[in-house]
Nanobody
């Protein structure tokens, strides 16, 4: 079974920075697209940023220029560097990955989430 574990959330003042990390473990043949999503109270989960195995990135308009997604394929990790954080960025951030697992099953896997709180 493939698992994603996030870390790096916390409380920060507006204008501050945080870096989220997500590590994949288990029987992994390939990690395809990886990404970060977020969900604020009372709102639907939304895309923040994604990155393919070819390092092609995609960002939500609301985070362009402030967030940077990257991945280390050798370590099966994906990072999200966040700067100039705003109170509107407060949410639970979820890591996501499309995985070809050891039994040659393609899965869409989610992490447990990490809380980011930005105070004004």
């Amino acid at each position: 079974q493939v698992q994603l574990v996030e870390s790096g959330g916390g409380v920060v003042q507006a204008g501050g920075s945080l870096r989220l990390s997500c590590s994949a473990s288990g029987r992994i043949i390939t990690l395809d697209r990886m990404g970060w999503y977020r969900q604020a109270p009372g709102k639907e989960r939304e895309l923040v940023a994604t990155i393919t195995s070819a390092q092609i990135t995609n960002y939500a308009d609301s985070v362009k220029g402030r967030f940077t997604i990257s991945r280390d394929s050798a370590k099966n990790t994906v990072l999200l560097q966040m700067i100039k954080l705003e109170p509107e960025d407060s949410a639970v951030y979820y890591c996501n990955a499309f995985v070809l697992s050891g039994d040659y099953v393609r899965q869409n896997v989610w992490g447990q989430g990490t809380q980011v709180t930005v105070s004004s």
